[in-house]
Protein backbone atom coordinates (compact mmCIF):
# COMPACT_ATOMS: atom_id res chain seq x y z
CA UNK A 1 0.00 0.00 0.00
CA UNK A 2 2.88 2.26 0.71
CA UNK A 3 4.11 1.90 -2.97
CA UNK A 4 4.55 4.87 -4.97
CA UNK A 5 4.60 5.03 -8.59
CA UNK A 6 3.19 8.17 -10.39
CA UNK A 7 3.11 6.36 -13.36
CA UNK A 8 0.73 3.76 -12.17
CA UNK A 9 -1.40 6.22 -10.64
CA UNK A 10 -1.51 7.94 -14.39
CA UNK A 11 -1.89 4.68 -15.78
CA UNK A 12 -5.10 4.55 -13.20
CA UNK A 13 -5.99 7.55 -13.92
CA UNK A 14 -5.99 7.54 -18.18
CA UNK A 15 -8.10 3.67 -17.38
CA UNK A 16 -10.82 6.39 -15.53
CA UNK A 17 -10.28 4.16 -12.42
CA UNK A 18 -9.74 7.64 -10.23
CA UNK A 19 -12.85 9.75 -9.20
CA UNK A 20 -14.94 7.02 -10.40
CA UNK A 21 -17.78 8.03 -8.79
CA UNK A 22 -17.36 12.01 -9.38
CA UNK A 23 -19.88 13.09 -11.76
CA UNK A 24 -18.50 13.21 -15.63
CA UNK A 25 -18.57 17.21 -15.82
CA UNK A 26 -15.49 17.13 -13.03
CA UNK A 27 -13.34 14.40 -15.16
CA UNK A 28 -15.10 11.38 -13.04
CA UNK A 29 -16.47 8.41 -14.32
CA UNK A 30 -20.02 8.81 -13.38
CA UNK A 31 -19.97 5.02 -11.79
CA UNK A 32 -21.08 3.42 -8.76
CA UNK A 33 -19.74 3.28 -5.33
CA UNK A 34 -19.79 0.10 -5.45
CA UNK A 35 -17.85 -0.35 -9.07
CA UNK A 36 -14.81 2.17 -7.23
CA UNK A 37 -14.89 -0.06 -3.97
CA UNK A 38 -14.23 -3.58 -6.62
CA UNK A 39 -11.41 -1.46 -7.84
CA UNK A 40 -9.91 -0.45 -4.75
CA UNK A 41 -10.13 -3.91 -3.37
CA UNK A 42 -8.28 -5.50 -6.30
CA UNK A 43 -5.65 -2.75 -6.01
CA UNK A 44 -5.22 -3.39 -2.78
CA UNK A 45 -5.57 -7.11 -2.56
CA UNK A 46 -3.01 -7.16 -5.31
CA UNK A 47 -0.41 -5.01 -3.13
CA UNK A 48 -0.48 -2.82 -6.47
CA UNK A 49 1.79 0.53 -5.77
CA UNK A 50 -1.09 3.58 -5.09
CA UNK A 51 0.20 5.41 -2.36
CA UNK A 52 0.89 8.46 -4.81
CA UNK A 53 -2.81 9.10 -5.49
CA UNK A 54 -4.26 7.84 -2.61
CA UNK A 55 -5.20 11.15 -0.67
CA UNK A 56 -6.09 12.92 -3.51
CA UNK A 57 -8.89 10.06 -4.83
CA UNK A 58 -10.21 8.98 -1.55
CA UNK A 59 -10.25 12.16 0.35
CA UNK A 60 -9.37 15.40 -1.18
CA UNK A 61 -11.64 14.85 -4.25
CA UNK A 62 -14.53 13.78 -2.04
CA UNK A 63 -14.52 16.67 0.09
CA UNK A 64 -13.86 19.19 -2.44
CA UNK A 65 -17.09 17.60 -4.27
CA UNK A 66 -18.91 18.15 -0.98
CA UNK A 67 -17.61 21.91 0.21
CA UNK A 68 -15.44 23.04 -2.24
CA UNK A 69 -15.99 26.05 -4.62
CA UNK A 70 -17.26 25.38 -8.14
CA UNK A 71 -13.69 27.18 -9.24
CA UNK A 72 -11.88 24.61 -6.76
CA UNK A 73 -13.79 21.90 -8.34
CA UNK A 74 -13.07 22.41 -11.67
CA UNK A 75 -9.71 23.65 -11.33
CA UNK A 76 -9.06 20.26 -9.07
CA UNK A 77 -10.96 17.31 -9.69
CA UNK A 78 -10.11 16.56 -13.45
CA UNK A 79 -6.92 16.58 -12.66
CA UNK A 80 -6.97 14.12 -9.48
CA UNK A 81 -9.17 11.68 -11.62
CA UNK A 82 -6.47 11.83 -14.28
CA UNK A 83 -3.82 10.93 -11.96
CA UNK A 84 -1.79 14.35 -12.43
CA UNK A 85 -2.75 16.13 -9.13
CA UNK A 86 -1.19 14.42 -5.35
CA UNK A 87 -2.38 15.57 -2.14
CA UNK A 88 -0.61 15.30 1.31
CA UNK A 89 -2.84 15.12 4.17
CA UNK A 90 -1.64 17.66 6.78
CA UNK A 91 -3.43 16.83 10.00
CA UNK A 92 -1.00 15.76 12.62
CA UNK A 93 1.54 18.06 14.33
CA UNK A 94 4.45 16.86 17.03
CA UNK A 95 2.16 17.02 20.42
CA UNK A 96 -1.16 17.20 17.87
CA UNK A 97 -1.90 13.37 16.12
CA UNK A 98 -4.66 12.21 18.26
CA UNK A 99 -5.86 15.71 19.73
CA UNK A 100 -6.52 17.23 16.33
CA UNK A 101 -8.27 20.29 17.51
CA UNK A 102 -5.08 20.97 19.24
CA UNK A 103 -3.18 22.49 16.21
CA UNK A 104 -0.89 24.95 16.26
CA UNK A 105 -0.11 25.69 13.08
CA UNK A 106 -1.15 29.51 12.70
CA UNK A 107 -3.26 31.22 9.33
CA UNK A 108 -3.04 34.58 10.04
CA UNK A 109 -5.76 37.02 7.61
CA UNK A 110 -3.60 38.99 4.40
CA UNK A 111 -4.48 41.17 2.09
CA UNK A 112 -4.98 38.47 -0.57
CA UNK A 113 -5.90 35.96 1.65
CA UNK A 114 -3.66 33.93 4.63
CA UNK A 115 -0.30 33.75 5.83
CA UNK A 116 0.66 30.45 7.83
CA UNK A 117 3.43 29.04 10.03
CA UNK A 118 4.91 26.23 11.97
CA UNK A 119 5.41 22.89 11.44
CA UNK A 120 3.19 19.97 10.33
CA UNK A 121 4.76 16.05 10.47
CA UNK A 122 3.75 12.43 9.97
CA UNK A 123 2.58 13.94 6.72
CA UNK A 124 2.56 10.67 4.30
CA UNK A 125 4.49 11.64 0.45
CA UNK A 126 4.53 15.11 1.13
CA UNK A 127 7.94 15.27 -0.65
CA UNK A 128 6.39 13.91 -3.79
CA UNK A 129 2.50 15.48 -4.02
CA UNK A 130 1.67 18.48 -5.04
CA UNK A 131 -0.22 20.28 -2.30
CA UNK A 132 -1.12 19.72 1.29
CA UNK A 133 -4.47 19.82 2.63
CA UNK A 134 -3.58 21.40 6.12
CA UNK A 135 -5.86 21.76 9.03
CA UNK A 136 -4.75 25.44 10.16
CA UNK A 137 -6.04 27.29 12.99
CA UNK A 138 -7.70 30.64 11.43
CA UNK A 139 -9.15 32.02 14.95
CA UNK A 140 -7.72 32.37 18.07
CA UNK A 141 -8.75 29.69 20.47
CA UNK A 142 -11.61 30.35 22.90
CA UNK A 143 -14.23 28.09 24.14
CA UNK A 144 -15.19 25.20 21.82
CA UNK A 145 -12.01 24.19 20.44
CA UNK A 146 -13.57 22.61 17.50
CA UNK A 147 -14.01 25.95 16.06
CA UNK A 148 -11.46 28.46 14.60
CA UNK A 149 -10.11 25.77 12.53
CA UNK A 150 -10.03 25.84 8.88
CA UNK A 151 -8.74 23.50 5.86
CA UNK A 152 -6.05 24.80 3.33
CA UNK A 153 -5.04 23.88 0.35
CA UNK A 154 -1.15 24.77 0.04
CA UNK A 155 1.18 24.22 -2.81
CA UNK A 156 4.07 22.43 -1.93
CA UNK A 157 6.39 24.33 -3.73
CA UNK A 158 5.39 27.55 -2.43
CA UNK A 159 7.87 29.52 -0.75
CA UNK A 160 8.49 29.23 2.83
CA UNK A 161 7.36 25.62 2.16
CA UNK A 162 9.92 23.12 3.23
CA UNK A 163 9.86 19.20 3.08
CA UNK A 164 11.95 17.03 4.56
CA UNK A 165 11.78 12.89 4.50
CA UNK A 166 11.96 10.88 7.33
CA UNK A 167 13.18 7.46 7.25
CA UNK A 168 11.34 4.91 9.08
CA UNK A 169 12.73 1.08 10.13
CA UNK A 170 11.67 -0.34 6.79
CA UNK A 171 14.43 1.38 5.27
CA UNK A 172 11.74 3.43 3.53
CA UNK A 173 11.04 7.52 3.42
CA UNK A 174 7.39 7.76 3.15
CA UNK A 175 7.04 9.98 6.03
CA UNK A 176 8.00 13.63 5.85
CA UNK A 177 7.89 16.89 8.35
CA UNK A 178 6.16 19.86 6.61
CA UNK A 179 8.10 23.36 7.50
CA UNK A 180 5.72 26.73 7.00
CA UNK A 181 7.64 29.31 7.48
CA UNK A 182 5.42 32.41 6.44
CA UNK A 183 3.81 30.49 3.50
CA UNK A 184 1.54 32.86 1.65
CA UNK A 185 -2.32 31.29 0.60
CA UNK A 186 -4.65 32.74 -1.86
CA UNK A 187 -7.90 33.27 0.26
CA UNK A 188 -9.50 30.74 -2.63
CA UNK A 189 -7.62 27.83 -1.16
CA UNK A 190 -9.72 27.68 1.75
CA UNK A 191 -11.91 24.22 1.92
CA UNK A 192 -15.14 25.28 2.97
CA UNK A 193 -15.95 27.94 5.55
CA UNK A 194 -13.55 29.65 7.48
CA UNK A 195 -13.43 28.65 11.20
CA UNK A 196 -15.48 25.58 10.03
CA UNK A 197 -12.72 22.94 9.10
CA UNK A 198 -13.64 20.66 11.71
CA UNK A 199 -16.55 19.42 10.25
CA UNK A 200 -14.62 19.01 7.00
CA UNK A 201 -11.88 17.36 8.98
CA UNK A 202 -15.00 14.58 10.14
CA UNK A 203 -15.72 13.56 6.58
CA UNK A 204 -12.54 13.10 5.67
CA UNK A 205 -11.61 10.66 8.51
CA UNK A 206 -14.74 8.74 7.89
CA UNK A 207 -13.45 8.22 4.14
CA UNK A 208 -9.85 7.32 5.54
CA UNK A 209 -11.20 5.03 8.57
CA UNK A 210 -14.17 2.89 6.78
CA UNK A 211 -12.03 1.11 2.82
CA UNK A 212 -11.07 -1.81 2.50
CA UNK A 213 -7.34 -0.80 2.90
CA UNK A 214 -7.77 -1.12 6.31
CA UNK A 215 -8.05 -4.57 6.51
CA UNK A 216 -6.46 -5.53 3.53
CA UNK A 217 -3.02 -4.89 4.16
CA UNK A 218 -1.93 -8.04 4.58
CA UNK A 219 -4.11 -9.77 2.45
CA UNK A 220 -1.21 -10.84 -0.29
CA UNK A 221 0.15 -12.88 3.28
CA UNK A 222 -3.34 -14.38 3.93
CA UNK A 223 -3.74 -15.26 0.16
CA UNK A 224 0.19 -17.01 0.29
CA UNK A 225 -0.70 -19.04 3.34
CA UNK A 226 -3.61 -20.40 1.91
CA UNK A 227 -1.77 -21.28 -1.56
CA UNK A 228 -1.05 -24.55 -0.74
CA UNK A 229 2.70 -23.92 -0.68
CA UNK A 230 2.96 -23.79 3.06
CA UNK A 231 2.30 -26.71 5.13
CA UNK A 232 -0.37 -26.45 7.41
CA UNK A 233 -1.21 -28.21 10.61
CA UNK A 234 -4.78 -28.00 12.25
CA UNK A 235 -4.05 -25.21 14.34
CA UNK A 236 -3.01 -23.00 11.44
CA UNK A 237 -5.88 -24.31 9.17
CA UNK A 238 -8.35 -22.99 12.19
CA UNK A 239 -6.43 -19.14 12.82
CA UNK A 240 -6.72 -18.52 8.51
CA UNK A 241 -10.48 -19.91 8.51
CA UNK A 242 -11.05 -17.49 11.50
CA UNK A 243 -9.32 -14.63 9.98
CA UNK A 244 -10.89 -15.36 6.49
CA UNK A 245 -14.17 -15.41 7.94
CA UNK A 246 -13.59 -12.22 9.97
CA UNK A 247 -12.33 -10.77 6.60
CA UNK A 248 -15.52 -11.11 4.88
CA UNK A 249 -17.84 -10.01 7.57
CA UNK A 250 -15.28 -6.59 7.76
CA UNK A 251 -16.14 -6.62 4.26
CA UNK A 252 -20.05 -6.30 4.47
CA UNK A 253 -19.25 -3.75 7.51
CA UNK A 254 -17.12 -1.75 5.14
CA UNK A 255 -19.34 -2.04 2.19
CA UNK A 256 -22.42 -0.37 4.54
CA UNK A 257 -20.41 2.57 5.30
CA UNK A 258 -19.48 3.44 1.62
CA UNK A 259 -23.28 3.02 1.09
CA UNK A 260 -23.77 5.62 4.03
CA UNK A 261 -21.27 8.02 3.14
CA UNK A 262 -22.72 7.83 -0.39
CA UNK A 263 -26.28 8.63 1.20
CA UNK A 264 -25.03 11.86 3.50
CA UNK A 265 -25.95 9.78 6.87
CA UNK A 266 -23.57 9.92 9.73
CA UNK A 267 -20.55 7.74 9.47
CA UNK A 268 -18.31 8.24 12.40
CA UNK A 269 -19.06 5.53 15.01
CA UNK A 270 -19.40 2.88 11.99
CA UNK A 271 -16.13 3.88 10.33
CA UNK A 272 -14.30 4.20 13.83
CA UNK A 273 -15.02 0.41 14.02
CA UNK A 274 -14.26 -0.62 11.09
CA UNK A 275 -10.63 0.54 11.39
CA UNK A 276 -10.33 -0.90 14.90
CA UNK A 277 -11.48 -4.24 14.57
CA UNK A 278 -10.09 -4.14 10.74
CA UNK A 279 -6.49 -3.11 12.09
CA UNK A 280 -6.05 -5.53 14.64
CA UNK A 281 -7.37 -8.41 12.16
CA UNK A 282 -4.38 -6.92 9.96
CA UNK A 283 -2.06 -7.65 13.25
CA UNK A 284 -3.48 -11.06 13.79
CA UNK A 285 -3.30 -12.10 10.56
CA UNK A 286 0.90 -11.67 10.97
CA UNK A 287 0.98 -13.53 13.82
CA UNK A 288 -1.15 -16.20 12.00
CA UNK A 289 2.01 -16.20 9.06
CA UNK A 290 4.48 -16.18 11.96
CA UNK A 291 2.88 -19.24 13.46
CA UNK A 292 2.29 -20.87 10.70
CA UNK A 293 5.18 -20.18 8.91
CA UNK A 294 7.30 -19.20 11.74
CA UNK A 295 11.18 -19.24 11.40
CA UNK A 296 11.31 -21.46 8.25
CA UNK A 297 9.27 -19.46 5.96
CA UNK A 298 11.02 -19.13 2.65
CA UNK A 299 10.02 -17.97 -0.69
CA UNK A 300 7.41 -15.46 -0.86
CA UNK A 301 6.16 -16.19 2.24
CA UNK A 302 9.10 -15.27 4.02
CA UNK A 303 9.27 -11.62 1.96
CA UNK A 304 5.52 -10.65 2.59
CA UNK A 305 5.97 -11.69 6.03
CA UNK A 306 9.45 -10.02 6.83
CA UNK A 307 7.61 -6.62 5.11
CA UNK A 308 4.60 -6.90 6.88
CA UNK A 309 5.87 -6.95 10.35
CA UNK A 310 7.84 -4.18 9.99
CA UNK A 311 4.70 -2.38 8.77
CA UNK A 312 2.65 -3.75 11.80
CA UNK A 313 2.86 -1.03 14.31
CA UNK A 314 1.65 1.23 12.11
CA UNK A 315 -1.68 -0.37 11.55
CA UNK A 316 -3.19 1.01 14.42
CA UNK A 317 -1.85 4.32 14.52
CA UNK A 318 -2.14 5.87 11.28
CA UNK A 319 -5.45 7.16 10.62
CA UNK A 320 -6.03 7.85 14.24
CA UNK A 321 -5.24 5.19 16.98
CA UNK A 322 -7.45 2.76 17.88
CA UNK A 323 -7.55 4.28 21.59
CA UNK A 324 -9.37 7.29 20.27
CA UNK A 325 -11.53 5.08 17.81
CA UNK A 326 -12.92 3.48 20.94
CA UNK A 327 -13.14 6.64 22.64
CA UNK A 328 -15.34 7.83 19.32
CA UNK A 329 -17.22 4.27 19.39
CA UNK A 330 -18.23 4.79 23.02
CA UNK A 331 -19.79 7.93 22.53
CA UNK A 332 -21.76 6.93 19.51
CA UNK A 333 -23.15 4.42 21.31
CA UNK A 334 -23.65 7.42 24.06
CA UNK A 335 -22.04 4.44 27.01
C1 LIG B 1 1.88 4.99 8.43
C2 LIG B 1 1.36 6.31 8.96
C3 LIG B 1 0.97 7.29 8.07
C4 LIG B 1 0.51 8.52 8.55
N1 LIG B 1 0.20 9.46 7.61
C5 LIG B 1 -0.23 10.67 8.04
C6 LIG B 1 -0.54 11.70 7.08
O1 LIG B 1 -0.42 11.51 5.87
N2 LIG B 1 -0.96 12.90 7.54
C7 LIG B 1 -1.10 13.15 8.87
O2 LIG B 1 -1.52 14.26 9.21
N3 LIG B 1 -0.78 12.22 9.81
C8 LIG B 1 -0.35 10.99 9.42
N4 LIG B 1 -0.02 10.03 10.35
C9 LIG B 1 -0.06 10.39 11.77
C10 LIG B 1 -1.13 9.66 12.52
O3 LIG B 1 -2.42 10.01 12.12
C11 LIG B 1 -0.83 9.93 14.01
O4 LIG B 1 0.37 9.23 14.26
C12 LIG B 1 -1.91 9.44 14.92
O5 LIG B 1 -3.06 10.23 14.73
C13 LIG B 1 -1.47 9.43 16.39
O6 LIG B 1 -0.90 10.64 16.77
P1 LIG B 1 0.54 10.68 17.53
O7 LIG B 1 1.49 9.82 16.77
O8 LIG B 1 0.87 12.11 17.76
O9 LIG B 1 0.29 9.94 18.92
P2 LIG B 1 -0.31 10.58 20.27
O10 LIG B 1 -1.52 11.37 19.91
O11 LIG B 1 0.81 11.26 21.00
O12 LIG B 1 -0.75 9.29 21.04
C14 LIG B 1 0.19 8.41 21.67
C15 LIG B 1 -0.60 7.28 22.33
O13 LIG B 1 -1.48 7.82 23.35
C16 LIG B 1 -2.81 7.42 23.11
N5 LIG B 1 -3.74 8.50 23.46
C17 LIG B 1 -3.61 9.81 23.14
N6 LIG B 1 -4.66 10.51 23.62
C18 LIG B 1 -5.47 9.61 24.25
C19 LIG B 1 -6.73 9.69 24.90
N7 LIG B 1 -7.37 10.85 25.04
N8 LIG B 1 -7.28 8.54 25.40
C20 LIG B 1 -6.64 7.34 25.26
N9 LIG B 1 -5.44 7.20 24.65
C21 LIG B 1 -4.87 8.31 24.14
C22 LIG B 1 -2.87 7.15 21.61
O14 LIG B 1 -3.92 6.26 21.29
C23 LIG B 1 -1.50 6.54 21.34
O15 LIG B 1 -1.49 5.17 21.63
C24 LIG B 1 0.43 8.79 9.93
C25 LIG B 1 0.83 7.80 10.85
C26 LIG B 1 1.28 6.58 10.38
C27 LIG B 1 1.73 5.55 11.39
Do not use: C
Not at 186 to 208: I, K, N, S
Not at 217 to 227: D, G, K, M, R, Y
Amino acid sequence: MQGHSAEFSRRLGDRGWLGMTWPRRYGGAGRSPRERFTVVEELLAAGAPIAAHWIADRQTGPLLLRVGTERQKRAFLPEIARGRLFVAAGLSEADSGSDLASVRTRATPTATGWRVSRRKVWTSHAHRSHYLLALVRTAPREGDRHTGLSQLLIRLDAPGVHVRPIEVMTGEAHFTEVTLDDVDVPADMVVGTVGDGWRGVLAELAFERSGPERYLSTFPLLAELTSGQVGQDTAALVDIGSATARLWALRMLSLRVQDLLEWGKPTDTAAALVKDVGTRLEGEIVDIARRAGGPAASGALAGLLRDAQLAAPSFTLRGGTNEILRGLVARGLEV
